[in-house]
T-cell receptor
Framework: KAGVTQTPRYLIKTRGQQVTLSCSPI?????VSWYQQTPGQGLQFLFE???????NKGNFPGRFSGRQFSNSRSEMNVSTLELGDSALYLC??????????????FGEGSWLTVV | QKEVEQNSGPLSVPEGAIASLNCTYS??????FFWYRQYSGKSPELIMF????GDKEDGRFTAQLNKASQYVSLLIRDSQPSDSATYLC??????????FGPGTSLSVIP
């Protein structure tokens, strides 16, 4: 069974540009969460989608947005990139979005460098 | 107060010893708890999860949960150099978010 797939794995962008990251969850999983990981802040929750609806959102500015498609694949977008957005962006999928069975499995991440 | 707290370490233990990793959480309504291992430059991988008070064992790993004290721990028996990594504690809060602690860096010395 394939795991969570994230693309691209590595990318370099310039301040002010925008970026779109893609995530394909484990087959059958309907929930997708996004996290930002930096050395200083650790793993920070961005948002979670289930059945194309955003269920939860973290404390990030509106420049960070996401969506989920009918096949459960998800994308996140960061507009007007800042140097501080340089981070590892991790996508995680789970079978369900609530309850005790809400166990998340991570993809390998997308390394974003903003210069 | 952060929602999930861990000692950042580094925690150093000799090979073959027991490594004890601790985690506290602030949301008393948190339902389930997870331990992930993350090697440098890699993504977190799930070690185990625990929902009920008490101990849960899986091979060399034992997770312990005490909801009254809002405390979760992970014991690693017979620690190996390959266990050297950052261990992340996560809690599924009452508002359905999975929130991670800052992680504890573990170093197993041969």
């Amino acid at each position: 069974k394939a795991g969570v797939t994230q693309t691209p794995r590595y990318l370099i962008k310039t301040r002010g540009q925008q970026v779109t990251l893609s995530c394909s969850p484990i087959s059958g999983h309907r929930s997708v969460s996004w996290y930002q990981q930096t050395p200083g802040q650790g793993l920070q929750f961005l948002f979670e989608y289930f059945s194309e609806t955003q269920r939860n959102k973290g404390n990030f500015p509106g420049r960070f947005s996401g969506r989920q498609f009918s096949n459960s694949r998800s994308e996140m977008n960061v507009s007007t990139l800042e140097l501080g957005d340089s981070a590892l962006y991790l996508c995680a999928s789970s079978l369900v979005a609530s309850g005790a069975q809400h166990t998340i499995y991570f993809g390998e991440g997308s390394w974003l460098t903003v210069v | 107060q952060k929602e999930v707290e861990q000692n950042s370490g580094p925690l150093s233990v000799p090979e073959g010893a027991i490594a004890s990793l601790n985690c506290t959480y602030s949301d008393r309504g948190s339902q389930s708890f997870f331990w992930y291992r993350q090697y440098s430059g890699k993504s977190p991988e799930l070690i185990m999860f625990i929902y009920s008070n008490g101990d849960k064992e899986d091979g060399r790993f034992t997770a312990q949960l005490n909801k009254a004290s809002q405390y979760v721990s992970l014991l690693i028996r017979d620690s190996q150099p390959s266990d050297s990594a950052t261990y992340l504690c996560a809690a599924k809060t009452s508002y359905d978010k999975v929130i991670f602690g800052p992680g504890t860096s573990l170093s197993v010395i041969p």
